[in-house]
């Protein structure tokens, strides 16, 4: 028995160093390449901006969470290199550094954006050059001038209004002519019968 002891003892000691000598190591799902001259950037990213963080709201708390649930982030835009960006503009971004979302955003700080996909549905990451504006002095120089955003959103709430209040006001003329015609007729067929 001594030498059966003797072997579950060296494996055990063997199994013990193998995992102090093979430590596991974090791993990140994210993994992003070198970052890309910013001239290529421009020629394929959808937006290209710089603003203030109005607003980021983050996913309600559920049973089940992703790392890749989207945070929605308002911007005010103040200056553009591409896109057609509103003065007021939306982008979304994983809620995890893990799903490659950019994590440092926060209401009242400016920052450069350069944003992928849909323009109705900008998208940004951490592989991307998003950065607090103030440490993007490398890309602004490299950007130069940018031209001022579009409307905002709330202007086309006005121009929505506008619409609703002309086509209204077009239902009513309607309804309102139609009874005068109606009126007219009856009076005219009383005045026949008499």
Known sequence: MGKRTAIAFLCCMLAISAWLLVKPTAVHACSCAGPSPVQDDLNRKTAIFAGK??????????????????????????????????????????MSGASCGYEGFAAGQSYIVFAHGLSDRLETGSCERTKLLASASEELAALGAGYKPTGSLESDGDNNRAVWGTVLAGAALAIAAVGLAVSFKRMRRSDDSQ
């Open 53 to 94: 963080v109005k607003s980021v709201d983050k996913p309600r708390g559920g049973l089940i969470r992703s790392s890749a649930d989207p945070v929605e982030v308002t911007f005010e835009v103040t200056d553009v290199w591409k896109g057609e960006l509103r003065s007021e503009t939306k982008v979304y971004t994983a």
